[in-house]
């Protein structure tokens, strides 16, 4: 098979430009999307209700990860070859629900399907 590579399914450029200076969600609210962060000053975020989440984490946070042998991965990247949604792992999906990134899924992998087909249970 080769090398693999970790392939970002929700691309660095994209959480870079939504999340820009990391996100915030407040504290204890479960499935509500994380907010990106305005440029505030740091500090006061657990005082005033909020956790933090760097955009170091945003980024390199393995729920968006899937591996490809290299040169899939690299077909990929140049658009030569389509990962399609319904093998997208779950926690891709959790992932972008949390950023509110559902729309981006939609978009580069095609709308999820309600009910996975015969023999994908």
Do not use: C, N
């Not at 999906?93 to 992998?109: C, I, N, S």
């Amino acid at each position: 098979m080769g090398l693999l590579d970790a392939h970002h399914v929700l691309p660095k450029q994209v959480l870079k430009r939504e999340f820009p200076f990391g996100g915030r969600s407040r504290v204890g609210a479960g499935g509500e999307p994380v907010l990106p962060w305005e440029a505030s000053p740091r500090g006061w975020e657990s005082v005033l209700g909020w956790d933090t989440v760097t955009l170091d984490e945003i980024v390199w946070d393995p729920r968006d990860g899937v591996p490809l042998a290299r040169f899939h991965h690299d077909q990929v990247e140049h658009g030569r070859l389509h990962i399609p949604r319904a093998v997208l792992p779950a926690a891709v999906e959790d992932f972008a629900a949390e950023l509110g990134l559902t729309w981006l899924l939609d978009r580069t992998y095609g709308a999820k399907e309600a009910h996975p087909p015969e023999g994908k249970r």
